[in-house]
Structure formats: structure tokens, C-alpha cells
């Protein structure tokens, strides 16, 4: 909204000044009397603004928003995994195809899997879990078949507690076998009745979306009774339409002219199916009962074993496609089926330029997309590699902290129960981890070596690159990068570090490392360090961590037992804010003593969730990890002057210089005791 | 709590850092067994920080804490004024002693003179502008002479209402003439009732200060007895004592002593009465029927007609008097018998070295005392200059920003009906103001100057300095004067400045012009500038502010119905913010489109209420004053790009340019048509 002004003018006052800005002025003036000084209404704008500046805005009016603004989007549509491991994968799929920008996805509704379930693969839980845990506004589909409208309702309200608040209605496929449908008793014939039925128990709660078909529904009498019926599904309380897959882009420019010319006004995205192998085109063939047009079959018959070249031409032909479409005006996005594959997807779009560039961060931390958290901007920082555990842990809360975290009673916290939940399992295997981690550790220094691999990006003593470790299941960030040097140094030092950012003072919000926010702005963090370490070293700690006053600190054992700090028992610190243009200043992250409390019994749990239990019970491998989280400490260190260079690394290394004067002390007092001895 | 460390260490893993650590940990060992790891208990310093990070404490908590750290404390004690103008001066009294940092004020209750009424002379009212526009924690008297139980409670409800949290529990004179005391029906005998029945009625809402005499009270049957009735008092629920003046410090010592010997464990403050001229000796014998020292009668007799004098020694005798006391370790601190009189007090204050010596700003603007505000700490910058405007329209509010202002709906400003409340009104009195501000104005351009001469703190045309303007009944600020030159060029030419402030990018919290806050921080301002101009110069503004989009602008006229504005409707800018060690941000300082709309209100009204009424009605002055009101626009800019140089003044000369361009234009115009008309 606030860009970097035009070169600056001359200063007050100087002769030049007149000339120069005349010169301005006439370039600008035929902006003036366009300038419209009625209050910046936003709303153009909402796909840049983060939700917790602008509220949260519905899917129906974002759509609006890109439309108005001609700023292109697509969606991605999902089916349910099979299988919990399935479920990992899809989950790390999400989060990959989150970089992208999409502007929703939506995940396919299926009676027969139990799609309103509790388990994994449900299309509920999925669904759920897109919206949480891989912050994308999400939509789920829900069908007539085979349910009552009791059951219907049932399912929506779930839909709602989870957070959802998309929905498109469709009537579905009758079971397999069944040609001819037929509704259950006291439920739907109709997805018009689905949807009207949504509108009467929900009111506008639920967006809804329903489906077209370009060429025509396979059952339907006529395909201008089935435009009509599209109509009438519109008219019952759509707020817009995605279309089946189709071939060319007459086809679908024709249908947009032919539903406008009946009244239908809603937004209508084209919905895109990437021929992504031989048998996926089987697949389209099946599914949409469409014939495959025979130019695209000519092409692809030769080439049914080359999937790879199969799949380069249905790029190629899907970029085609969309740019027929997007120079006709008359797609204001697309929406993508899947198939729960990324590759072709993902080329497309980026062919396209749809894919965001350089995406930039609202905060420096993943936001949820549940419309409950949409006014959430601040957090503890110990969450930072765990974004996901921190949604878990406080899902059950009514509001979330705006502006500053305050000074509550203790936040509660849910306890982390099941380290397995399939949106908390590392991507890695067992055998994959042990590799990395060790097969067997022989002392705590294994551990540490460990962690010093992990942080330089080495490979660890059998040649094996460590990517991951139990806080934090990717590599490190570009941001810790910077500290890479020093953290590398004192990890190998037994100074276990899971946690660290750097200082900065007024790095431009467009930093590519440390930005984050609106543009024009300026982000500021305070140094920050946490870290596993032995009693030993705390005990040093406590002893020279007075000769640095600007320091805070607060240090835990496993049950808390130990508590030291020099924080206010209530009071958070600000660890990253930023100033920005036109807004109150955004401080997203702080250091909570109380939730640092919470967060131990977590970081504690990790050693031995994802470590210790790696291994045999009662091995020497185990007992390792065991001896470590009942009897190191976790540190947590803020640096409070931020403009001035991070003194840290001088606290570590006075921490270790104050256990050598400790052990020379005992050198020499042992000397002098035997010396007594001979005397 | 956080200061600078001692001088850098030397780089870690240098040779030399060993030795030299070593050298910093001799130095420290002492410490270290010292040192308390525990939560860092903030309490102990509670007088430092400020209440919007502890929370509101009592009288009682803040009298505790100091006396744990054996920080001394005064108190001033007056009564109620008699007239409408002897009110306004006790306030620029109050507001002149709350610079030296006094704990508490309190205010005598005399039932003779309706306490308990509306009028501005009434101690409540006295009481609550103390504590809500002078910002001072504030206790009132409360008698029981001539009034019922039910009246009492009446009583100590609207001081509840109005915000007071101490009561100073007082069996009270008799009126006047009546020698034997005899109680109301439904009436208190004696204190300690009184004592027993606040506590009855409102809990532990209210401090209780109840009243001692170290000689005895004249009419006790005995000195014990009289101690032993004071411990009846405190036993029924007082906080701590207040006593009656006394002459020699071995007074008050042994009658501490006496005290704590029979269980008296509150603690006990001296009353001090400086002898401020040969009448108040007189008044202090009447008061305190007491007989004064020979020593001093010897003193002061000779000198009765030479008021400085006897001053001068009355601040000797009272600092001796203290330092005796505090020598002894005897008194918390110190309570002083103003009688409305400043200069003495403030003396013997600053002798003592307990007037503040640089009081530090717990924010940029003067907080107020009242527990509902507490938490206050933020405000729309608007106010800046009238915190008593700001208290007064906001006095019903529920509750008060903290943190962040928010996007709230139209925040409900009360209305300024009566410009002329006495805690509103200007210290100057008409005839002064026609003399700074014209006693007639034949055009704009007088009104100008008048602004010039202020923002300069220059002489007006009349050799009068002009020391306030309506909107700002002191002087320029020191931070102002940062921009003063600036300023004034540009009040000459219309655009008349009533609020301003500089850039600053992380200026020290200490600085001693635009530092506020705890130590050890940084404080950030983003430049603002706000005024009232022309028509004219108006629609060169709109024409030119597209050219600055790092501005953020907002113009209204005085009925509201021209609003321009870039920023959003509902979204408030922040001004000011700083960060600190251990803390959140704060940001004290907004600028807010709704709080705008309400601030416009008082601004433009104070044109005609405070200067336009000065003149006859229909008056040529009046006409201008009003033509102003009527026509001009209030302007608020804020230069979000706060590091660099600011361009506000950039703004103010193209919008001069270009008004200049316009006028060669139609000129230029004018020549064309003519040349037409001549062919």
C-alpha cells in the first residue's frame, strides 16, 4: 500500500525546488484527478494484507477480491490417503504446495471411507488438518449419496467445530453397481437440495460451491436443462461454481457465455485436470465419462510407456489451455485436480507465472487458516520449528492473543499426549533416523556430534547428512544459517542448541532472510539462544550470567523442579516486532516464562518420543538419551540490547572459562591437600 | 533493573579472554553466593516501574516497598480552596509539585463547607481532580463530626465512584464554638468506629490512614492512654499513620518507640508543618495547640515583620528536624502540612534531595492515578497537549487501552459540553490572552502571527510574549523546540501547528528530551505533524500527497462532512513505541481515523471558546475567529518512514509550489483570453 516515494525532491526552499516539482506534477497530473481521497478501502487488496491486520474475509469474498483486482489464483483439489503413512506424505504435499500461493484447496468426499471419521484418512480429518496444520483455506466436498439429512447435518456441524467453512455440494456418485440412483429415505434427491438444506441449518456460515459441467452432466435430458439446472443450484445459495474438466477452451468459454445468458453471475472457475501419465488419462476417461478429443489420443497412445514424456506434454498442453483462457478473459483462476500429485501441477503453474515468486512472510512464523485464529499474531518463540505441535496444543482456545501476549495466568496449554499423530510424525523413517542419529550411541559426545552435523550440514561420523533432529523435522533456516559458525562450535561443546535467531535492528521488511510483513516496513529482533545442556554447565551459567545484566534467561530441568531465571515471573519479552506503514506495531514473537513451562515438557518428551525410542529398552543407546533428559537442563537466553552485537557467545565461553578456573581451583586444592598431607 | 554490563569482554576464544574473565569473576564472587536465581521479584521496585507493566498497587503496597528499600517518600497535604479561581491555581499546584515525585496527596474534609458536594471547592471534587487530572495518588479526609452513619457511607461511595483508594479516618473537630464533642444520633463516637465501619462497608477497598499525636491529644486523659486508643484504631483496620505536627525529632522518636512497645507495627509517618511566615507559627499553635519551643519563638518573634526570613529558617529548621529523623532510621518519610503553599515545601524538598531530580516519563504523556486506568498505555496522539481533556471524555470508560489501541467501532468519546470546567481552564485570565493573542485582529495574517510568536516563543507585535495558545496552555515542549525553526516559517504562511513531533529511530529511553520509559531501552517516533490551514492549501495537499506515499494523511473539516484520508477506516497507525529489556513493546502514541473525528470536535471548538469569546459578539476579531473555524481544515500527517530525514516539510513547500504553479497557470490563462478577445 505505502511504496518507496519517487526520487527525492530538492530540499525547502531551493531555487531548483519550483521547476523540478512542476516537472513531477505535470507527470502526475493526470493521476490527480483519478485520486480518489475517500478513505483506501482495502478490500482491493485483501490477498496482500494479512488477516490480522484486515479480519478474517470469507473464500466468496477473496475470490472477489482476485476478480476485481485481475490478480489470477488457482486451487488445489485432494482426495483422502489410504493409509496413516499416506497421510504423512499428503500432509508434506500440502506444505510444499502452500509455498505457492494457492488460494484454497479441497478435499473429496467419499461414503464409502468413512470420510466423517476420526481417523487419519478420513476426508474430515484431512481436511481438517489442510486448514490447521498447512494453513490453506480449505473446502470439502459433501454429497447426498447414500446419507440422511440427519447424517448431512451431522458431518457439516463437525465440519464447522474443526473451523471449516467451505463446502461444495454435490449429489455423488451412487454406489459402485448401482446405475440408477436412488435417494435414501429423508434424504436428498438433488444437490440444489443439498445446498438449500445447507443455507436453512447453517445460514452464511458455509461458502458454498457446486459443479458444472461444460459439456454437459452424462445424465442430464438436454444441456440446456442442465444449465438450467445449474441455475437453479446457483439460485438455492451457491456462491460460485467450479467446472468439470474439459479439453478445449471453446468448451468452456462457451458454457461461461451460455450460463451468463441465463443469469448466472457467480464467479465460475475452470477446473483442470493435467494428464500426468498414461493411465491417469484411463483415469480422466473414467471419471468424467468424456471422450478424449483425438489429437490429445494420437499424441499420447505412441507414448504410453513414457509417462515422463506423457507428462511434459500434458504441461505443455494445460499451459496452452489456461492461456487460451486467461487471454479470453474468461477464467478469473483455475482449479486443479491433483490426483495427489505435485509435479505436473506445480510445473504448470509455474510455467504460468501463477506460482508465487518470492512468497513473503506475514510473520515469521506458518499461519493457521482456521478462521478462529485469523486475528492471531503473536506467539512464544519456542514453537517456531513446531508450528504444528503449537496448533494442537492450543486448538481448544476461544481466542487467540492479539497485539500482546499479556501478562495471563498460565496460558493452558494441552498436554502433547500421542507424539505420533500423523501431523506431528517426522516425514523420516525409523531406519531413516537411526542412520542420521546413530545406530548406537557409545556416550553423550555421540549425541553432541550429532547435533554439531546437524547444524553445519555435515555428514555425521558414518558419512550420513543429518537433516533433521527431534525439534525440528526440516533443515535448518536460512535465518540460523547466520549463526551457523558459533552454533556449530559450542553444539560439538555439548551446548545442545534447538532453538536460535539473530539480532536485527531495522532490517528492511523485504529482507530475504529476516523479513516478514507488509512492505515499507522495518522488523527488529532481539538475539535469542536455547540449548540442552548438563548440569555442570548450568551451574557455571548461574555463576557468570550476573556479569551480563542485558541478558534474560530462564533455565528448566525435566520436572521443573529447578527454575531459575531473572524474568518477571508474569512478564513476556518482546523477541521480534516490526514498525510498519499505516499499522500499530506487529510484535509476533516473545519469550513467556509460563509457556516456556509448557513448552519443556515437550522438548523434554522429544528425547526420548523420537530418540530413545529408537532403540532397544535397557540398551546402552537408550539409557544415553535417558540419562540426558533426566539430567540436563533446557536454556533459554534473550539478549535484550539488540543494536549492539549479540554477547551470547561470550556468555557460553565465559561459561566454560568459569569451569576451567573451577577445575583449576580443585587442582591446586588438591595439591595444597596433599601437600598438608606430606607435612 | 536491566543495566549496562561492565566493559566488553574480550572476543570469545581469545588468549587473553581467560585471564581477564578470571579477573571479573574475582571481582564477583561476592556476588555469587549472593545472587538469588528465584523469579526476580519485581515488588521491591515497585516505585520504578511503571503500573501499566505491574499492575495496579495500594497506597499500602507502594508504602511497604519503599520502606524495604529504604527509599524515602514525601506526601503534601491540602484543603479545599474557596473559590472557583483559587481551584484552577491548586491544580497548576498540583501539577507543578507532582514533578518532584510525591507518593501520595491528600485533601482535608471540613463538613461546614459541603465536602461531599459537586461545587469545584469541594474536598471530593478537589480529591478527584488530583487523583484524575494531576495524575496523583490521592487520599481524602473523612470526619465523623456532624454526620450520620448513612451520610458516610454516601460519601465514601462517591469517592469509590470517583476513583479515591485511601481514606484518612479522622474523629474531626467540633463545629466551631462547641467545646464538648458530642456525636450525631446514628453518628460516630470516635475514630476507631469510623475505622471499623469503612471496613465494614467496603472490604479492603480502601487504605486506611489514621491520625496520631506524639505529644498526646489534647484532650486524652494521658499519653498512654492516648497510644493505647491509637492501637485500637489500627486494630480496627488501619494501614498505616499520619502524625501531628511536632517540634524536636526526639518527639517523634520516643514516640515511635512508645508505639511499636504496646504492638504497633504500621508504619508511622511524621507530619511536618514548615514554618513559612509569622502567621502560620500562629496558625500551627491554634491548629495544633501546641506550644511552640522557646527556641524557636526566640528565632522568629524579632523577625515577624519579614516573612522571607522566617521562611528561610523554617526550611533550616525543618530540614535539621528531617535529616534528625531520618539519621535515626525513625521515619519511612515524610508528610507535609502544605496550607496550600508550594514554595517552602518544595525547598526543604530539594535541600533533602527528595524532589525528583530528573523524573523520567513512565511514558510521553502524564498518566493518571486513577486504579480503573492502570492499565493504560496507549493514547491517540491527539491529546498531547490536554491529558486533562482526554481523562475527562474518557472517564466512563469500562476499560482502557493497553498494548495496543485495536481496530475497534467508533470509540465513544464524551462530549466537551463546558470548555470551562475549572480543570480545564486556562491559567491565564481573559485579560492576559487579549494581550498575547490581540485585544483586536484585522485579518488572518494576525491570527498567524500569533502562532509565530508562540511556536518562536518570540515577542507578538504588541512586545508580548505569547506563552500558550488554546490548544496548548504551556509552552512548547523541549521536543518541539527540536523543530521550531521549521515550525515557525510555516505558521507565518497559514499553516497553523498545534501538535507536532519529530522522528526518532532508536533514541536511548534516557535521552533527556524524547527518552521515556524503563532504562536501558530504545524509544522510536515516527514524524508527525498536525494543523489548521486554508481551503486553498487544502486542495493543493490532495493534489500533492499522491507524490509522498510513505505519508499517511488525514483532513476534516468542523462539521466532518470533507474526510480525506489514505489511511484505512478502522486501522490505527502507531507514533511511538519502545522497546525495552524484559517487556513487550509499547506503544503509547496512535493516530486514529475514529479518534480524529472526535479530537476535531474540541479542536476547532476551542477556536471559538477559548479565543473567539474574548471578543464582542459581532465583533470584527470574533468574525475572523470564526471565518477561521468555519473554513479551515484540521490536517494530521504522519511520515511513516521513520530512519530517514523526515519530508514532512517537503510536503508543506510543494503544496505552497504548486499552489504557486496554479496561479501562473490561470494568469496565464487570463493572458490567453485576452489575447483572444484582441484578435
Not at 481417523?119 to 494453513?135: F, P, R, V
Not at 513448552?599 to 518420543?609: H, N, S, V, Y
Request: aromatic fraction near 12%; proline fraction near 6%; include cysteine.
Amino acid at each position: 500500500m505505502v511504496k518507496e516515494g519517487p526520487a527525492a525532491l530538492p530540499s525547502p526552499g531551493t531555487p531548483t525546488a519550483l521547476p523540478i516539482l512542476k516537472e513531477f506534477l505535470n507527470q502526475r497530473e493526470h493521476l490527480n484527478s483519478e485520486s480518489d481521497h475517500s478513505h483506501a478501502d482495502d478490500d482491493a487488496h485483501l490477498y496482500n494484507m494479512p488477516e490480522y491486520l484486515t479480519g478474517y474475509h470469507s473464500l466468496s469474498e477473496k475470490i472477489q477480491s482476485r476478480i476485481e483486482s485481475n490478480d489470477k489464483f488457482f486451487s488445489l483439489e485432494f482426495f483422502p490417503p489410504r493409509t496413516k503413512g499416506g497421510a504423512v506424505n499428503l500432509l508434506a504435499r500440502f506444505d510444499r504446495m502452500r509455498e505457492g500461493g494457492p488460494l484454497f484447496c479441497d478435499v473429496t468426499w467419499h461414503p464409502a471411507g468413512n470420510p466423517g471419521g476420526d481417523t487419519e484418512t478420513s476426508s474430515l480429518t484431512i481436511a481438517g488438518a489442510a486448514l490447521n496444520y498447512c494453513g490453506l483455506e480449505t473446502m470439502l466436498h459433501m454429497t447426498c449419496c447414500s446419507m440422511t439429512k440427519t447424517e448431512i447435518t451431522k458431518h457439516l456441524k463437525r465440519a464447522k467445530d474443526i473451523g471449516i467453512r467451505n463446502i461444495l455440494a454435490l449429489r455423488g456418485d451412487p454406489p459402485h453397481g448401482a446405475e440408477d440412483w436412488v435417494p435414501p429415505e429423508d434424504g436428498f434427491n438433488y444437490a440444489s437440495d443439498l445446498v438449500r438444506h445447507i443455507r436453512k441449518e447453517f445460514g452464511d456460515y458455509f461458502v458454498i460451491c457446486v459443479a458444472a459441467y461444460p459439456m454437459g452432466h452424462p445424465e442430464a435430458t438436454s444441456y440446456e436443462d442442465d444449465i438450467k439446472y445449474l441455475k437453479e443450484k446457483v439460485d438455492a445459495g451457491a456462491n460460485f461454481i467450479i467446472t468439470q474438466l474439459f479439453f478445449k477452451a471453446q468448451t468452456f468459454i462457451k458454457f461461461v457465455r451460455d450460463c451468463k445468458a441465463v443469469g448466472i453471475n457467480c464467479p465460475i472457475i475452470p477446473g483442470i485436470m493435467p494428464i500426468q501419465s498414461y493411465d491417469s488419462l484411463r483415469h480422466i476417461v473414467k471419471l468424467s465419462k468424456l471422450d478424449v478429443p483425438q489429437d490429445i489420443m494420437d499424441f499420447v497412445a505412441p507414448l504410453k510407456d513414457n509417462d515422463e514424456a506423457i507428462r511434459n506434454y500434458g504441461i505443455h498442453q494445460t499451459c496452452m489451455l489456461i492461456k487460451e483462457l486467461f487471454d479470453a478473459e474468461m477464467a478469473p483462476g483455475v482449479h486443479f485436480y491433483t490426483l495427489n500429485r505435485e509435479v505436473a501441477t506445480t510445473a504448470i503453474l509455474k510455467q504460468l507465472g501463477l506460482w508465487a515468486a518470492a512468497p513473503r512472510r506475514p510473520l515469521p512464523w506458518k499461519m493457521a487458516a482456521n478462521h478462529k485464529r485469523s486475528g492471531e499474531d503473536v506467539r512464544p518463540i519456542f514453537w517456531a520449528s513446531r508450528p504444528k505441535a503449537y496448533v494442537y496444543r492450543t486448538q481448544h482456545w476461544d481466542e487467540f492473543p492479539n497485539g500482546r501476549w499479556g501478562s495471563s495466568e498460565s496460558p493452558a496449554f494441552g498436554e502433547l499426549k500421542d507424539y505420533y499423530l500423523f501431523y506431528l510424525t517426522s516425514k523420516s523413517s525409523k531406519e531413516q533416523l537411526l542412520t542420521m542419529w546413530g545406530e548406537s550411541l557409545e556416550c553423550e559426545q555421540d549425541v553432541w556430534d550429532v547435533f554439531h552435523a546437524y547444524v553445519t550440514g555435515t555428514a555425521n561420523k558414518t558419512g550420513k547428512k543429518v537433516t533433521k533432529v527431534p525439534w525440528n523435522d526440516d533443515e535448518l533456516s536460512s535465518e540460523t544459517s547466520l549463526l551457523k559458525e558459533n552454533l556449530a562450535d559450542f553444539n560439538k561443546r555439548g551446548v545442545l542448541t534447538i532453538n536460535s535467531q539473530p539480532n536485527v535492528n531495522g532490517a528492511s521488511s523485504e529482507d530475504p532472510v529476516v523479513g516478514w510483513g507488509m512492505p515499507g516496513g522495518y522488523v527488529y529482533q532481539k538475539a535469542y539462544l536455547e540449548f540442552f545442556t548438563c548440569r555442570e554447565n548450568v551451574d557455571a551459567l548461574l555463576n557468570i550470567l550476573p556479569l551480563f545484566p542485558r541478558i534474560n534467561y530462564h533455565i528448566l530441568n525435566k520436572s521443573g523442579s529447578a527454575d531459575f531465571s531473572n524474568c518477571h515471573k508474569h512478564r513476556p519479552v518482546a523477541v521480534t516486532w516490526g514498525a510498519f506503514p499505516g499499522t500499530e506495531i506487529i510484535q509476533p514473537t516473545i519469550v513467556d516464562p509460563l509457556s516456556f513451562k509448557a513448552w519443556k515438557d515437550e522438548a523434554f518428551g522429544l528425547w526420548e518420543e523420537q530418540w530413545g525410542k529408537l532403540y532397544l529398552e535397557e540398551s546402552r543407546s537408550r539409557e544415553i538419551i535417558q540419562h540426558i533428559t533426566n539430567n540436563y537442563y533446557l536454556v533459554n537466553l534473550v539478549d535484550n540490547d539488540y543494536p549492539k552485537d549479540s554477547c551470547l557467545w561470550d556468555v557460553l565461553e565465559s561459561m566454560f572459562a568459569w569451569r576451567k578456573l573451577q577445575e583449576e581451583k580443585s587442582e591446586d586444592q588438591e595439591e595444597n591437600n596433599m601437600c598438608v598431607c606430606t607435612q
